[in-house]
């Protein structure tokens, strides 16, 4: 083979594996999936989220709530997406997982683990997901629909300080970590990408995660794409009725993400829920750290 048809024959398997690297960059993100192979999608556009009333071994109150604000809105502001979170302050349940008895209270939640007898997976995970997602096809909860979920966050191993403190004095950032697991509730699982948010590890003073990665803003964009909008349902249910507790509450809405709740959709959805035991949680270890700081 002469030189020139090696040099034309290199040329193209670099432009081959160019391409092929710049498609993988460009779709790397990682839906999460069910057991039985179903990707797991929220059956709404607009998904509220609960501050469990217990407070951080480290941070206030009041900058836990500005950091899980601040990462609510940095995925809501990727300019492709409806995704719409309403923040509905700080609840006294203490509930992770789906319960599907009558009666029984189900919010999405962010709240602290602090003692080690409660933390009950790997030490070295940070923070928890639990997602809770239908497992079978019926006719109004589509298979991998989620329905709760809820972020653990691992004070009995780990150390946490603000977005606020100073770079010296930072640990495990909480707005990083707030950031990546809600990528996990709304969805995600980890790409094979380190610069992404949705990278399966953190060290202490790590920051980047703040702040979404293109390949981040694709996955939420796919999720919950422009011109999806879907109602915005919120608080909890009443498991035998299927009624919001609360009925007619409305979020300020802001670019008219959020609407009331209607109840009569929630009455077939629970009541089927009820009726056949396919609700499945996913419950991942996310974000683990390299190493163990407190050990
Ligand atoms: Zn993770």
Same mark, same amino acid.
């Given at each position: ?17 160019? $391409? ?8 790397? !993100?990682?839906? /999460? ?15 509220? +989220? ?27 502001? %990727? ?6 979170? $309403? ?23 962010? /709240? ?36 709760? $979920? ?8 780990? %150390?946490?300080?603000? /977005? ?21 509730? +709304? ?32 996955? %939420?964009?796919?999720? !919950? ?13 009443? +498991? ?27 009455? +077939?959805? !629970? ?6 035991? !396919? ?17």
């Amino acid at each position: 083979m002469s030189g020139s048809k090696k040099k034309i024959i290199r040329s193209l398997w670099i432009l081959m594996i160019c $391409a092929m690297v710049s498609f993988s960059a460009a779709f790397a !993100f990682v839906r /999460s999936y069910t057991s039985t192979g179903a990707p797991t999608s929220w059956f709404t556009q607009c998904i509220p +989220i609960w501050l469990y009333n217990q407070e951080s071994l480290t941070i206030t109150q009041v900058a836990v709530e500005d950091d899980l604000q601040r990462a609510l809105a940095e995925w809501e502001g %990727v300019s492709c997406t409806d995704l719409s979170f $309403a923040y509905q302050g700080v609840t006294t349940l203490d509930l992770i997982g789906f319960d599907p008895s009558e009666g029984a209270l189900n919010q999405n939640t962010v /709240s602290f683990v602090q003692e080690r007898s409660n933390w009950l997976t790997d030490p070295l995970a940070v923070a928890l997901t639990t997602v809770t997602s239908c497992q079978n096809e019926t006719e109004v909860c589509a298979e991998g629909a989620t329905i709760d $979920a809820d972020i653990e966050i691992n004070e009995a191993y780990y %150390v946490f300080t603000a /977005s606020e403190a100073e770079p010296q004095e930072r640990r495990m950032d909480l707005l990083s970590i707030l950031t990546h697991e809600f990528g996990h509730l +709304i969805g995600l699982d980890h790409p094979p990408l380190p610069e992404a948010t949705m990278y399966m590890s953190s060290v202490e003073g790590e920051i980047k995660k703040r702040d979404l990665a293109p390949d981040d803003e694709q996955g %939420v964009c796919e999720l !919950f794409p422009l011109g999806d909008r879907r109602q915005c349902l919120l608080d909890s249910y009443n +498991i035998q009725t299927g009624l919001p507790v609360v009925e007619e509450q409305v979020v300020s809405s802001d670019e008219g993400g959020c609407a009331h709740a209607q109840p009569r959709g929630i009455a +077939i959805l !629970f009541y089927l829920l009820l009726s056949s035991s !396919f609700i499945r949680a996913l419950r991942n270890k996310y974000v683990q750290s390299e190493r163990d700081y407190l050990s």
